[in-house]
């Protein structure tokens, strides 16, 4: 296990002597020592008020009774396939392994002093000299006390509700628990519920593991919010052809930027509980909200908020990145997964098919640590930390109004509030010939937009069609990341070339 003081070579290195982390990564993956006892003690679920057991009689809603169901996610409905992958080097043996090496470190008296894995060919967890800048394999969930440090960090978000750093998996996406819940065959298949718009990667994965993409539209009109009553016409019309048993949230949203309501979130898990769909919320952005009146609210935080009527009931895995936010660190791949309400022998599954992916990359574990356990108050480097944090989320919502403001400036182009995230999602219109044209290359009228606009101005957008939109509307997603004097160019630019494009084609 990796030691906390080395956690602290990486952390204060990096701010104080402003040297590159990679050789720090190098100090803190080879400097190996047991792991210490921690100052965020974890309670058990019962301590917190939300996860008191539900009385034997049915509790009332204001939808109604809430009939007691199954959970969505057994070992009986999970994807067949998981079940039959075996990856022995990292099996049960390795895994009581483990609990040994706690066991002794506990002081639980044994015949021997020490556990001597001979099972996996980690030759840096054997002894052999590492070379620099290699490195070695952690644990497969992730290394023990990050872990301890996300479920502390996430313990302050939600303002004391218990996290269990056993029901965190430090990760470097969020596939893992789809591929889980995929299963069936024809109108068996899984249905899962994604936003339009929405972030490719979903619409990607869920092609790959062959199961089914359930849509449900955001409300342009109302900032992107989210309406039950089209969740409700999605689900219905989805069960005539699949099975919907996963619900896929992003918020703050990509690529429309909008932040949900508190009462939104409610009424999402109300929907999820009733349903019995399993929940996936895609909180990566969770740092970046900008509009005045908007505030990020976890799903897990209001989930237990609402009591155990939901919080004992609705099965939910939550995401967050080192890639978003303030940090921006896309090339290190951190991030972590909690899972609420999982079974058991379903969660040992997921722990199988995480080990066999070996383990997340060291350098992105790491990182991930520093986020969620940042410089205190009192500590070297808390000022400039809180100094460049702050500066970093000014700067972003100082160009998240500038971008709502200028595009909305331009005849053809609507832009709702960039209430969070990093991008705007604005609305184009653009004259029937120009869409003819497209239809005749064989291009979404948006694309062709896009790609006349990059020849021509060197501008890079997204084009619409490559997040869903409603039928008959054409957007592009752009981000708000360029320094502020390159974003106020790059906007007079578009506004040029779209009056440009608009008279050509007219």
Known sequence: MLSKRSLGVLKWGRCEQHATVYPMVRDWVLNFSPLPSLSCPHRVLSAFPAAQGVPQEQKMSENGVIPPRGKVLTVETMNANVKKVDYAVRG????????????LREGVKKPFDEVIKANIGDAHAMG?????????????????????????????????????PDNIYLTTGASDGIVLLTSGEGPTRTGVMISIPQYPLYSASLAELGAVQVNYFLN?????????SE???????????????????????????????????????????????????DEVYQDNVY????????????????????????????????????????????????????EPDVKAQLTKLVSVRLCPPAPGQALMDLVVNGPQPGEPSYQTFMKERSAV????????KLTEQILNTVPGITCNPVQGAM?????ITLPERAISEAKAKGQAPDMFYCMKLLE??????????????????????????PPVDKLKLMLNKLKDFHQRFTQQFS
């Open 92 to 103: 049960p043996i390795v895994q009581r392994a483990v609990q040994i090496e706690k066991e």
């Open 128 to 164: 052999q000299q590492p070379i620099t800048f290699f490195r070695a394999y952690t644990t497969s969930q992730g290394i023990d006390c990050v872990r301890q440090d996300v479920a502390c960090y996430i313990e302050r978000r939600d303002g004391g509700v218990p996290s269990d």
């Open 220 to 228: 342009e009109e109302k900032c992107w919010s989210l309406d039950i």
């Open 231 to 281: 969740l409700e016409r999605s689900l219905h019309a989805a069960r005539e052809h699949c099975n919907p048993r996963v619900l896929c949230i992003i918020n703050p949203g990509n690529p429309t930027g909008q932040v949900q309501s508190r009462q939104c979130i409610e009424d999402v898990i109300r929907f999820a509980a009733k349903e019995n769909l399993f929940l996936m919320a």
């Open 291 to 342: 509009a005045e009146g908007c505030e990020f609210h976890s799903f897990k935080k209001v989930l237990f908020e609402m009591g155990p009527e939901y919080s004992k009931k609705v099965e939910l895995a939550s995401f967050h990145s080192t890639s978003k936010c303030y940090m921006g660190e896309c090339g290190f791949r951190g991030g972590y997964m909690e899972v609420i309400n999982m």
């Open 393 to 400: 989320l000014g700067a972003l919502a100082e160009k998240a």
């Open 423 to 427: 991008y705007s999602f604005p609305q």
């Open 456 to 481: 021509e101005t060197g501008i890079c957008l997204v084009p619409g069609s490559g997040f869903g939109q409603r039928e008959g509307t054409y957007h592009f997603r752009m981000t708000i990341l």
